[in-house]
């Protein structure tokens, strides 16, 4: 009879143990699809501006038109992205062209003292900081999520129940990962 009373005990103990995993796990997943949620919202307005700007640079520098396209690319690329790892790569080469856009943007004095160019200027580099904060808070609760999917007794709970691995949010940016070269002989 004891035999069978510390048999119902292990039995309750380890489904308690399961099922606080489980649900830690659970938690910890939904973090990271709210965080996602809120970098999504984020992108969709970045997204949002960047025709306007577009528009407003091609006003003034309308033969500059592969700079365009590129940025056109670009963006049509990010806004078909269908995880954290595709987005990453995709909003770094969207960065970059928006890069060579404010390149040419700074070769003519009119259209930066237009107001409707530095408003929008303004409000995509406000929604660069949303995009950092809510990257900072996405990777944040994926790291969460990952460690709890890879510590005892996640590991163990987490196969059965199919609980899949998130990506980082990271952006790349492939001339963020080059020195940057200083001369001073000229």
């Known amino acids: ?13 380890l489904a308690v143990i399961v099922a606080a995993t489980y649900n830690g796990l ?15 919202v984020v992108l969709k307005r970045r997204h949002d501006l960047i025709p306007n700007l577009v528009e407003t640079v091609k006003g003034y520098a309308s033969h500059e038109s592969e700079a365009f396209e590129k940025v056109s690319n670009a963006r049509a690329a990010a ?6 790892g595709e987005s990453g790569v995709a909003e770094g ?8 856009l404010f ?22 580099s406000n929604t660069e900081d949303q995009i950092a904060g809510a990257r900072r808070l ?3 609760n994926v790291q969460t999520y990952l460690t ?8 163990l709970v987490a196969g059965p129940f199919n609980f899949e691995t998130r990506d980082l949010f990271e952006l790349d940016v492939p001339s963020d990962r080059e020195p940057v070269k200083v001369d001073f002989s000229a």
């Open 103 to 124: 390149a040419i943007a700074e070769a003519y004095p009119q259209l930066r003292a237009v107001e409707s160019f530095t408003q929008l200027q303004a409000e995509l």
């Open 26 to 40: 659970v938690q910890a997943r939904n973090r990271c699809d709210e965080a996602w949620s809120s970098i999504d």
């Open 1 to 13: 009879m004891i035999a069978v009373i510390v048999i119902v005990v292990i039995v309750i103990v």
């Open 93 to 100: 080469f969207l960065s970059q062209a928006l890069g060579g």
């Open 138 to 140: 996405y990777n944040g």
């Open 148 to 155: 709890k999917m890879q510590q005892f007794p996640g590991a």
């Open 79 to 84: 806004m078909s992205a269908k995880n954290a």
